[in-house]
Nanobody
Framework: QVQLVEYGGGLVQPGGSLRLSCAAH????????MGWFRQAPGKERKGVSC????????YYADSVKGRFTISRDNAKNTVWLQLNSLKPEDTGVYYC?????????????WGQGTQVTVSS
């Protein structure tokens, strides 16, 4: 069964950090670009970051540049998103997606999401 599973979300104070993980089951991530999307309450789901399959190039939304870091380990079939200096506006459900290229739409495979809440 093809599946992406995210975990690592939680409640954190402003300025805090979290590390989100996305593990693939039933397929290998080697040939997929991996993206992280975020859906804030009452808003559309939007891309936050992506890492390419070919050369590991990384992309970030302007709102998270310098604070979030995406990484991958194909041997572990896992992608991570390190969230630092968190702000209340980072609150939302974070989803990972597997796609052929980094796009603004995401791919065919999505995880179930993990909730991140930034609040004092």
């Amino acid at each position: 069964q093809v599946q992406l599973v995210e975990y690592g979300g939680g409640l954190v104070q402003p300025g805090g950090s979290l590390r989100l993980s996305c593990a693939a089951h039933g397929f290998t991530l080697d040939y997929y670009a991996m993206g992280w999307f975020r859906q804030a309450p009452g808003k559309e789901r939007k891309g936050v970051s992506c890492i390419s399959a070919k050369d590991g190039s990384t992309y970030y939304a302007d709102s998270v540049k310098g604070r979030f870091t995406i990484s991958r380990d194909n041997a572990k079939n896992t992608v991570w998103l390190q969230l630092n200096s968190l702000k209340p506006e980072d609150t939302g459900v974070y989803y990972c997606t597997a796609e052929r290229l980094c796009t603004s739409a995401g791919g065919d495979y999505w995880g179930q999401g993990t909730q991140v809440t930034v609040s004092s």
